[in-house]
T-cell receptor, first 109, second 115 residues
């Protein structure tokens, strides 16, 4: 069966510090991969998605970037975090149905 | 235009009663999929049920059923025999088969089950 791992679960970072969130999928090959952000009490905002290694589509201009160095690995990064980057970040994979990781709560102080 | 519209920000239901969460969608594709997800306070998004645009029967998964009305472009989620553990945010989503790999999500409905 397929599983998706996302870490860390919680992260507190100072403004201006770098960020790296990692997501890996097991049990499938060549999945579509996604990064979403969710503000408190709000819906999901698609940040990036990838249909293959090195192929990244950005949906929202922002302070973040994504990379897919391996087929089942998706990384969300920032060189310098802003206060507005705080939120709940969800990684997901899909073929027909989209499945989500447990999420990372990021607080930028 | 919004691809997915959920007009109920919050809903309350008595335990053991049924509840319907509304979802309407907008697409010009003939082939698409509709999904419902549950997000408890822990934050994880849990897949509940899927309906394909060509499926003639309404999808059912245990206590969850999807009331699919194609002509009205609605895909309401029905939860029967509500339980306290059903209290959560519920999101409706759509994937268009011929417009890339994106999933479009609604703004969600917060369901509270009252004992």
């Amino acid at each position: 069966s397929q599983t998706i791992h996302q870490w860390p679960a919680t992260l507190v970072q100072p403004v201006g510090s770098p960020l790296s969130l990692e997501c890996t999928v097991e049990g499938t090959s060549n999945p579509n991969l996604y990064w979403y952000r969710q503000a408190a009490g709000r819906g999901l905002q698609l940040l990036f998605y990838s249909v293959g290694i090195g192929q990244i589509s950005s949906e929202v201009p922002q302070n973040l970037s994504a990379s897919r160095p391996q087929d089942r690995q998706f990384i969300l990064s920032s060189k310098k975090l802003l206060l507005s980057d705080s939120g709940f970040y969800l990684c997901a994979w899909s073929r027909d149905i989209q499945y989500f990781g447990a999420g990372t709560r990021l607080s930028v102080l | 235009a919004q691809k997915i519209t959920q007009t109920q920000p919050g809903m309350f239901v008595q335990e053991k009663e049924a509840v319907t969460l509304d979802c309407t969608y907008d697409t010009s594709d003939q082939s698409y999929g509709l999904f419902w997800y549950k997000q408890p306070s822990s934050g994880e998004m849990i897949f509940l049920i899927y309906q394909g645009s060509y499926d003639e029967q309404n999808a059912t998964e245990g206590r969850y059923s999807l009331n699919f009305q194609k002509a009205r472009k609605s895909a309401n989620l029905v939860i029967s025999a509500s339980q306290l553990g059903d209290s959560a945010m519920y999101f409706c989503a759509m994937r268009e088969a011929f417009h890339g790999n994106q999933f479009y999500f609604g703004t969600g409905t917060s369901l509270t089950v009252i004992p």
